[in-house]
């Protein structure tokens, strides 16, 4: 079922395109250019006051991307690991959304805090790619992301499709929440319909091949990111880290300085994901491990002032700041890819993972 790759993890990344025309299908109308999402009634969920996103992962990883744009949308929200969350949930009461972000509807941590979430009387909602999973079944509502089975270990097209259903869901929430749909929404949509024609060239012409045969050997692999570069970062390095056997780590670009810079060595590539917010200060955090001598990939659209400082680029088309991240880690997932292969590493079944983690 592998079909022309090698790996499953190959096959999943290129399905990319297919997942999110199929995740968006039907849930923005094409007359108004509006969200449509009638998976939930009108009004479901106008008098929720704040959210939390509850993950493990890299479904953690994108629900910090959905929560980021929530607040962005101007409706208070947290992203919470769902294995902390029965010692740090924030108050939660019948205003409160607890939103389940999980690709297999059955991780034990998730249904956990999910189940932790109903019992204070929040509402809840799952984000999910199986349907009649166990969180689907149990969350008060359902939104299904359709990637189609996935089944590398390593979590790559349900990301994707993950995070954009999550910035679909947030303007929904938004608008039932303020009785207006939010404004920057005409600008978004026209870029969140060409992203599986963005990701095709990505696939095209990417050179994620020639970067991880460049930087093999290396010591570590550290990534970067500012605001929706963050959790990019964080879920690059939880990708290398996971097929490669690796050392990885993803920081906030500007944490370099607070501590990780004395690991820093012509001996770590540094990933810096650049996607339209604050990219001047991403730029002088790269240029700071760069001085001591760390080669300094930046992942951004040619053009970009980072391409001139960097040893090293990964293009991404043009987009708009809020999918950008989504881009980018299309190459980063790419480049893990191919460090592993080099690597002769089991891909799709890395040691000691389980694609669905059933226990606490
Ligand atoms: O099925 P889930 O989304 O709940 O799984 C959560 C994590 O176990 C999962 O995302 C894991 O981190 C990935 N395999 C990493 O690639």
């Not at 493990?56 to 991307?65: I, Q």
């Not at 290396?218 to 056997?245: C, D, H, M, N």
């Amino acid at each position: 079922a592998k079909g022309e790759y090698d790996h499953f993890m190959m096959k999943e990344i290129n399905e990319q395109p297919t997942a999110l025309a199929q995740a968006l299908e039907g849930r923005i109308d094409p007359d108004s250019g509006r969200i449509a999402l009638s998976d939930f009634e009108p009004g479901t969920f106008e008098d929720v006051e704040s959210v939390q996103f509850v993950a493990c992962g890299t479904s953690y990883h994108a629900a910090l991307y959905g929560s980021l744009t929530l607040k962005q949308a101007g409706v208070q929200s947290a992203a919470l690991l769902a294995n902390e969350y029965s010692v740090s949930a924030p108050p939660i009461d019948e205003n409160t959304l607890v939103i389940a972000v999980t690709q297999s509807g059955e991780t034990a941590d998730t249904l956990n805090a999910l189940r932790h979430a109903a019992d204070q009387g929040a509402m809840t909602v799952t984000v999910t790619n199986v349907v009649g999973s166990t969180a689907a079944r149990e969350a008060d509502e359902a939104l299904f992301i359709r990637a189609g089975p996935e089944i590398g270990v390593a979590a790559t097209k349900t990301f994707s499709s993950q995070a954009v259903m999550l910035s679909l869901l947030g303007q929904r929430i938004a608008a039932d929440q303020f009785g207006e749909v939010p404004s920057d929404l005409d600008s978004l949509l026209p870029d969140l319909e060409s992203m599986p024609e963005s990701i095709e060239s990505i696939l095209e012409t990417t050179s994620a091949r020639s970067i991880a045969e460049r930087y093999e050997g290396s010591q570590s692999y550290f990534f970067i990111g500012r605001g929706l570069g963050f959790p990019v970062a964080l879920e690059g390095a939880l990708k290398f880290k996971e097929i490669t056997y690796e050392h990885a780590e993803g920081f906030a670009s500007g944490e370099l300085k607070h501590g990780p810079l004395a690991l820093v060595t012509p001996d770590t590539p540094v990933f810096a994901v650049f996607t339209g917010e604050e990219d001047e200060k991403t730029l002088k955090n790269a240029e700071e491990a760069q001085t001591r001598g760390a080669p300094v990939v930046a992942i951004c659209p040619d053009g970009h002032r980072a391409v001139d400082v960097a040893d090293a680029h990964l293009e991404i088309p043009e987009t708009d700041a809020d999918l950008a991240g989504l881009l980018a880690n299309v190459q980063l997932q790419l480049v893990s890819y191919y460090a592993a292969d080099l690597l002769d590493r089991p891909i799709d079944k890395p040691r000691n993972l389980a694609k669905s983690v059933t226990v606490e």
